[in-house]
T-cell receptor, first 111, second 113 residues
Framework: DTTVKQNPRYKLARVGKPVNLICSQT?????MYWYQKKPNQAPKLLLF???????READTFEKFQSSRPNNSFCSLYIGSAGLEYSAMYLC??????????FGAGTRLSVL | GNSVTQMQGQVTLSEEEFLFINCTYS??????LFWYVQYPGEGPQLLLK?????NKGSSRGFEATYDKGTTSFHLQKASVQESDSAVYYC????????????FGAGTRLKVIA
């Protein structure tokens, strides 16, 4: 089974409210990633976990939080959503040094 | 840092035509190069990868050569089908260093029957 699951598929949020997105994988992969995808732009890496170690990109450091309570599960947390957070959020996992496996994504709309 | 450039935002072809999608990259390391394909309603999935410079990868009739001299990894297919309609991403993986994968902007392929 090479499935990465993301919930929910669609999320509507109000400006200023928190948002929590969820990702799970059953492949025992040591690394899990979150990407943000906006129309006509490349998927942008936000952060990733290698085992229990969180690595956040410098330009999004303040905007996104994450947790990984066990090997299979990873969340992406936005403390206060702004209009600029409207995007597709893609979760992926891999065994380090190998192929990325993606979920179908969560489309976040902030109003 | 690492970067990937795909200049073609959209390509429209008729069935059985030749496909060429341009991809160039910039890196100071020894990356693995990938092509991912994304169909509507799904996440990106691996199409092919090449780990060693000057080698070629192929899958489902698609092929790409990791050309270190020209820093290119162009995707080709001799004869496209309507079912190939999708978005194609060129991806650079810094897998011996910081475990990051850098994506190109993607090329939307539309194949008309």
């Amino acid at each position: 089974d090479t499935t990465v699951k993301q919930n929910p598929r669609y999320k509507l949020a109000r400006v200023g409210k928190p948002v929590n997105l969820i990702c799970s994988q059953t492949m025992n992969h040591d690394t899990m990633y979150w990407y943000q995808k906006k129309p006509n732009q490349a998927p942008k890496l936000l952060l990733f976990y290698y085992d229990k170690i969180l690595n956040r990109e410098a330009d999004t450091f303040e905007k996104f939080q994450s947790s990984r309570p066990n090997n299979s599960f990873c969340s992406l947390y936005i403390g206060s959503a702004g209009l600029e957070y409207s995007a597709m959020y893609l979760c992926a996992s891999s065994r380090v040094g190998n192929t990325l496996y993606f979920g179908a994504g969560t489309r976040l709309s902030v109003l | 840092g690492n970067s990937v450039t795909q200049m073609q935002g959209q390509v429209t072809l008729s069935e059985e035509e030749f496909l060429f999608i341009n991809c160039t990259y910039s890196t100071t390391g020894y990356p693995t190069l990938f092509w991912y394909v994304q169909y509507p309603g799904e996440g990106p999935q691996l199409l092919l990868k090449v780990t060693t410079a000057n080698n070629k990868g192929s899958s489902r009739g698609f092929e790409a050569t990791y050309d270190k001299g020209t820093t290119s990894f162009h995707l080709q297919k001799a004869s496209v089908q309507e079912s190939d309609s999708a978005v194609y991403y060129c991806v650079l993986g810094d897998l011996g260093g910081n475990y990051k994968y850098v994506f190109g902007a993607g090329t939307r392929l539309k194949v008309i029957a």
